[in-house]
């Protein structure tokens, strides 16, 4: 069961969606930073769950003594049969995410939770909008702030290619600097004729790209075995690994881009949202298992590199009479990547007791996912503050970078 407005808005949004419920778009056009004082060459991949994921189900308070009985039925357990995976004391992570609990215990994934941005609606549409624009209210400027950041980045030798796989580009990453040798291609949900899209796409508009597509992607494989195929009846869930797989190749080229953006659909859990077994649990396998693509697939350059997951918004902390949850405010940011200053819980735990619930209703956001935003974007590629204040998140000047998130 969806909710009524994703059924209405999905044919006609900008941010359309692939057919397989997963997208990608990358950024080239950039300096690289291999030649700094540090020798560092900093990757930034950006993870958009559209549909609001349910931040309560996927690293659980279960040290709190009000979140068995707010999530009932598909609340996470500390034992017993498909346990959670305890981060802390306080926290457990989702089972059906071992690859992310791994690199938390490698200290190169953390978790922000009660976040938010600064909308405080319900909206999807609206929703997406502030998450994609950077701006604090929905329907204010076509241009993301991935793209506003990539203008404000320092100078340097400049990587001169460009990669998107989607029908449109993400609103995160679009704007008015040029886009070189991007073009749109349609993955479809079984992803049979995907080598010939993309090979006949590039093969005419530009042969480097395409010879760069067939190695990245192992298309060739594609067309004639089942290596990058998603398995029959897995829909996005597959496609998610199979985007994540190409887009790690394609970024660990030395030429190949720096910053990726990716959009993956399906989050909308009203009904039978399932707890450590069920619907949510394969979508966040299919998350951990991209996660765990990117890592495999960028080799060394995976030590120089930050992955931050973020959604629109979260879900009600009390589950709805069809075990699922409706629409809510704070949730949870991810962070995954060889140079995430990892194992760490980040939170001001504003607790779940009904007066401490965001409109009698809510986990209540006590972090501005603006603030973690800046902090990577500052620490990992060096936005100046004034710029992430004034130009990536304007009107954003009392929302200061969240320190120390970059090892």
Partial sequence: MECCESLTTQATSRRALLLGGASFAAWAYLPKFARAADGRDPRLVVV????ALDGLATVAPI??????GLHGAIALKADGPNAAMMLDPFFGLHPAMPEFARMYRAKQAAVVHAVATSYRDRSHFDGQDVLESGFAGPGRVQSGWLNRALEALPKGERVMSALAVGPTTPLVLRGAAP???????????AADDTAMRLLDLYQHRDPSLASALTQGLQLEKQAQGDDMKPKP??????????VARGAAKLMAADDGPRIGALAFDGWDTHANEGGPVGRLAQLLGGLDGALAEFESGLGDRWRDTVIVVATEFGRTARINGTEGTDHGTGTIALLAGGAVKGGRMITDWPGLKPANLYQARDLAPTIDLRAVIKGVLHDQLGV????????????SSPVKPMKGLVA
């Fill in 384 to 395: 100046g503050e004034r710029a992430l204040a004034e130009t990536v998140f304007p009107d």
């Fill in 48 to 51: 958009i769950l559209r549909g």
């Fill in 63 to 68: 040290g709190d003594p009000d979140y068995a």
């Fill in 179 to 189: 886009t070189v040798g991007w073009a749109p291609v349609a993955l479809p949900q």
């Fill in 233 to 242: 009846g897995a829909g996005g869930v597959a496609a998610m690994r199979l």
